[in-house]
């Protein structure tokens, strides 16, 4: 990668301020900011997506330690699922936007021009990216820090939203003058030291929903958050704005 520029010199300080590292190597946080359709496919290796292959496996390492931290006694069923929602694209997209990033994305021309700055498949590659930019330049305790300070509270986000379904639902319910949710177990599958129940939850009106989980009363939760998504009493937290890619 050429020397940096000091306008690329002021843009990068600005962000890492913002990322709350203070970089050695400026250029790894370029190479992290920089997409494919300024350079070409015959550098690869100077845009963001070998960055963004190591930072999905940094940021996995670092979530799943929180997890096991946070959840001692949780299964590994009900560990992966946590996982699966705190690592998504869309967690990361979350993340890139509480950070600005998208202004400082390097993108060619026509990709600029499409939007590129907005789209999420950019902005959670970006994001991915920048944590093993962090990695590499400062190691895994300065992308753990990083990571935890932008993850933890998403964990919490995570938690409260499924142990405040069920409760919701039944406000839902009773306020349009119906009986309270019912919830049946469907099917219990897997080992016992690693159940799985599929549940259904009825609200008088609706199509029953069903969901998994490592235990009846997560399985509940589920069900009932799902359908809470359903009948549009809740908004997922991946929706984004409708021109959004």
């Known amino acids: 990668m050429s020397a940096l520029t000091s306008k690329d010199t002021a843009r990068l300080k600005e962000v890492a301020s913002r990322l709350g590292h203070d970089f050695k190597d400026l250029k790894l946080l370029k190479r992290a900011m920089t997409h494919m359709s ?3 496919d015959k550098q690869s290796s100077e845009s963001y997506q070998r960055l963004e292959f190591q930072g999905d ?3 996995a390492l670092v979530v799943t330690d929180m997890l096991m931290a946070e959840f001692p006694h949780s299964n590994e069923g009900d560990l992966a699922r946590r996982l699966t929602a705190l690592v998504r694209n869309e967690t990361c997209v979350e993340v890139a936007r509480e950070l600005n990033l998208g202004p400082a994305i390097y993108l060619g021309l ?6 590129g700055r907005r789209k999420k498949a950019i902005l959670g590659d970006v994001c991915e990216a920048v944590i093993a930019a962090i990695y590499q330049d400062g190691g895994l305790k300065a992308a753990r820090s990083f990571i935890e300070r932008y993850w933890q509270p998403k964990m919490q986000r995570y938690n409260q939203a499924h142990r405040d379904s069920k409760t919701e639902l039944q ?3 009773q306020a349009r003058g119906q009986a309270v949710p019912d919830y049946q177990i469907v099917r219990r599958s897997g080992p016992d ?10 609200v008088e009106g609706s199509e029953p929903m069903l969901a998994a989980g490592a235990s009846r009363r997560s399985a509940e939760h589920a069900a009932a958050y799902r359908l809470l998504l359903r009948e549009g009493v809740i908004k997922a937290e991946e929706e984004d704005e409708a021109n959004d890619e």
């Open 38 to 40: 300024v350079i070409g």
């Open 171 to 173: 406000e839902w319910a």
């Open 110 to 115: 026509g990709e600029a021009g499409s939007g």
């Open 57 to 59: 496996r940094v940021l």
């Open 193 to 202: 030291h690693a159940p799985e129940f599929l549940v259904s939850v009825f």
